[in-house]
């Protein structure tokens, strides 16, 4: 059954009234306020007990709170209706509409401006909000500097130079303080990179935030990506991400040595095994191709065993097999060059002066097995005709 509205000469959510329920709010806890309101209803005698309410007639409408606001990240304002509306935390019972005049009078004049007072303030709530959508505005690289320079970036630590803006988020719990999360915004406002324990985080997992362009050109998108990236700690980083780390680490490191030098093949070797084992369908490399080409060659037997031994990331030695088969000298000298030779019988001498060239190109996995993403192919064209013919295919990478 609805609480009755406890008001003197009220009849709402009384049976006999044909009004509906109409929505009513219990007697605050706060002895001062009960008080207010048990003042303002002059019901003589009465003490309100947990079921005691006053209807919403009773409150004037700057006292009520009938729908809910938020900003949403693009600056522009959801309004939602509530369903039951919610009172202000200082609303006070202030109409009587059933008893004599001078109960309401104290707030009859507030009534009377009410309308005026909520147009202004309607004004004053989009004029606050035009202001926000420019203040959040960030129009250059000299603002945005100068505006860092001055703001106190609460987790991180920034260094600003002509070029860029970067920000640190470092661990020092460590025995060697490590760098966390790095971002770094460029001079046209561009960020150009974050990264998570040394590894650039992809760009599309912050779509959502950075829109497609990757510009910083709010403050509300700044502060924003700065909290996502705040949640970012040390511990969580996966074996996977540990592993492109390590890659990373010794790619960079093959950049930095010679190649004479001679652990240079072994890094690039190792940098490669790396990679493999952070994937299902490993592509090779054309050196580690070559490589287990020419083991396989020396010594089946061994090559299988270590294949199987699953130390290595190495080709399948039926791949190897399967490959070496299709470009096997036999078996150019019993096709390509034969079939060649038998062409150039039926050439014009002018004919047979040709181009020898290098051509790349993708191919499509025909071989359940791992293939080649790439073949070059060596190819002659005559010079002064259209023929053209393979001479031989090599697989890329
Ligand atoms: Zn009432």
Same mark, same amino acid.
């Given at each position: 059954?609805?609480?009755?509205?406890?008001?003197?000469?009220?009849?709402?959510?009384?049976?006999?009234?044909?009004?509906?329920?109409?929505?009513?709010?219990?007697?605050?806890?706060?002895?001062?306020?009960?008080?207010?309101?048990?003042?303002?209803?002059?019901?003589?005698?009465?003490?309100?007990?947990?079921?005691?309410?006053?209807?919403?007639?009773?409150?004037?409408?700057?006292?009520?709170?009938?729908?809910?606001?938020?900003?949403?990240?693009?600056?522009?304002? +959801?309004?939602?209706?509530?369903?039951?509306?919610?009172?202000?935390?200082?609303?006070?019972?202030?109409?009587?509409?059933?008893?004599?005049?001078?109960?309401?009078?104290?707030?009859?004049?507030?009534?009377?401006?009410?309308?005026?007072?909520?147009?202004?303030?309607?004004?004053?709530?989009? /004029?606050?909000?035009?202001?926000?959508?420019?203040? /959040?505005?960030?129009?250059?690289?000299?603002?945005?500097?100068?505006?860092? =320079?001055?703001?106190?970036?609460?987790?991180?630590?920034?260094?600003?130079?002509?070029?860029?803006?970067?920000?640190?988020?470092?661990?020092?719990?460590? %025995? $060697?303080?490590?760098?966390? $999360?790095?971002?770094?915004?460029?001079?046209?406002?561009?960020?150009?990179?974050?990264?998570?324990?040394?590894?650039?985080?992809?760009?599309?997992?912050?779509?959502?935030?950075?829109?497609?362009?990757?510009?910083? #050109?709010?403050?509300?998108?700044? #502060?924003?990506? +700065?909290?996502?990236?705040?949640?970012?700690?040390?511990?969580?980083?996966?074996?996977?991400?540990?592993?492109?780390?390590?890659?990373?680490?010794?790619?960079?490191?093959?950049?930095?040595? #010679?190649?004479?030098?001679?652990?240079?093949?072994?890094?690039?070797?190792?940098?490669? =095994?790396?990679?493999?084992?952070?994937?299902?369908?490993?592509?090779?490399?054309?050196?580690?191709? /070559?490589?287990?080409? +020419?083991?396989?060659?020396?010594?089946?037997?061994?090559?299988?065993?270590?294949?199987?031994?699953?130390?290595?990331?190495?080709?399948?030695?039926?791949?190897?097999?399967?490959?070496?088969?299709?470009?096997?000298?036999?078996?150019?000298?019993? #096709?390509?060059?034969?079939?060649?030779? %038998?062409?150039?019988?039926?050439?014009?001498?002018?004919?047979? $002066? $040709?181009?020898?060239?290098? %051509?790349?190109?993708?191919?499509?996995?025909? /071989?359940?097995? =791992?293939?080649?993403?790439?073949? =070059?192919?060596?190819?002659?064209?005559?010079?002064?005709?259209?023929?053209?013919?393979?001479?031989?295919?090599?697989?890329?990478?």
């Amino acid at each position: 059954m609805p609480t009755k509205c406890c008001v003197p000469r009220c009849r709402s959510n009384y049976n006999t009234t044909t009004d509906g329920y109409v929505t009513v709010y219990s007697f605050p806890r706060d002895p001062d306020r009960r008080e207010q309101w048990l003042r303002a209803i002059h019901r003589d005698n009465f003490q309100p007990g947990a079921t005691s309410a006053v209807c919403i007639k009773h409150f004037s409408e700057e006292h009520i709170v009938r729908e809910d606001r938020a900003v949403r990240s693009d600056g522009s304002v +959801l309004i939602l209706r509530r369903e039951i509306p919610k009172l202000t935390d200082d609303a006070v019972p202030s109409k009587f509409p059933n008893q004599p005049s001078y109960m309401s009078s104290i707030y009859k004049q507030k009534c009377e401006g009410l309308q005026e007072r909520r147009k202004e303030e309607e004004t004053e709530d989009e /004029d606050a909000f035009r202001k926000w959508v420019t203040d /959040d505005v960030i129009s250059d690289f000299n603002m945005f500097k100068s505006r860092i =320079q001055n703001m106190k970036i609460d987790g991180f630590t920034v260094i600003i130079n002509d070029m860029e803006v970067v920000f640190l988020k470092i661990d020092c719990t460590s %025995e $060697v303080p490590k760098i966390i $999360v790095s971002l770094k915004i460029n001079n046209e406002l561009r960020i150009i990179n974050i990264s998570h324990n040394d590894i650039p985080i992809s760009s599309s997992k912050l779509d959502w935030l950075l829109g497609s362009d990757k510009v910083m #050109d709010k403050w509300s998108k700044f #502060d924003t990506l +700065l909290n996502h990236l705040k949640s970012y700690n040390i511990r969580s980083m996966s074996p996977n991400e540990k592993l492109e780390l390590a890659s990373n680490l010794l790619g960079s490191c093959c950049n930095e040595i #010679d190649e004479s030098f001679g652990i240079y093949s072994k890094v690039k070797f190792l940098k490669e =095994q790396v990679s493999l084992l952070r994937t299902k369908a490993p592509k090779y490399s054309t050196d580690t191709l /070559d490589w287990a080409s +020419l083991n396989y060659f020396s010594n089946p037997s061994a090559y299988r065993r270590l294949w199987s031994s699953k130390v290595l990331t190495i080709p399948h030695p039926e791949y190897l097999r399967q490959l070496s088969h299709s470009l096997s000298p036999e078996s150019i000298h019993c #096709d390509y060059l034969k079939h060649l030779s %038998e062409k150039a019988k039926t050439l014009e001498d002018h004919e047979k $002066v $040709v181009n020898l060239i290098l %051509e790349e190109t993708d191919v499509k996995s025909a /071989d359940k097995l =791992q293939p080649a993403s790439t073949v =070059q192919a060596f190819v002659i064209t005559s010079l002064l005709s259209n023929n053209k013919d393979i001479v031989r295919l090599f697989p890329g990478k």
